[in-house]
């Protein structure tokens, strides 16, 4: 019968996954592509169950362990060409959603698979292709710069 309607359409789900550290610095989770080894987010097909949201916060658990809280909006989009087994490209369009990260399991479906980086958004922007994720990110960034408190000298 073939792949689902939605895989002809090329719609994704990614999860931005998220922390603060005590400094108050903001880290971003990037993970390796299981072929290319390009540095990515958590990215999947939603599932028909569950919320694009709900499926986004799975792939984070499937690909890195990681659980937390994840936003209803998407952060943005994206587009990419996922390459095929067969080697053509499909045009694929991604939503990303926010996930705080709360938590890091011991063991995940993907563990030892990928490797995992957290990094500053601007250092993770620098890593990743995908021109519309790289501004995402830049975005995200300055959102989460202006949201925290700041301390005053003296």
């Known amino acids: 019968m073939g792949e689902p309607l939605f895989r002809e359409h090329g719609r994704q789900v990614a999860a931005l996954c998220w922390r603060t550290q005590s400094s108050g610095l903001v880290e971003v989770l990037l993970i390796t592509s299981l072929n290319s080894k390009r540095w990515i987010i958590p990215k999947g097909w939603p ?3 569950a919320s694009f949201a709900v499926s986004a916060a799975r792939e ?3 690909e ?13 989009s994206y587009h990419y060409l996922k390459e095929k087994k067969d080697g053509s490209g499909m045009p694929c369009m991604v939503e990303i959603f926010g ?6 399991a011991e ?3 993907e563990k030892g698979t990928r490797e995992l980086a957290w990094l500053s958004p601007e250092q ?4 990743i292709s995908e021109p ?3 501004s995402i990110l830049r975005t995200f ?3 989460q710069t202006a949201a925290r408190p700041r301390r005053r000298a003296g």
């Open 47 to 49: 599932e028909d169950s």
């Open 64 to 76: 890195a362990g990681v659980t937390g809280e994840i936003g209803d909006t998407p952060l943005g």
């Open 124 to 127: 993770a922007s620098v890593r």
């Open 132 to 134: 519309g994720l790289r």
């Open 107 to 109: 063991d995940w479906p």
């Open 99 to 104: 996930l705080k990260i709360t938590g890091q």
């Open 60 to 62: 984070a658990f499937e």
């Open 141 to 143: 960034h300055k959102t």
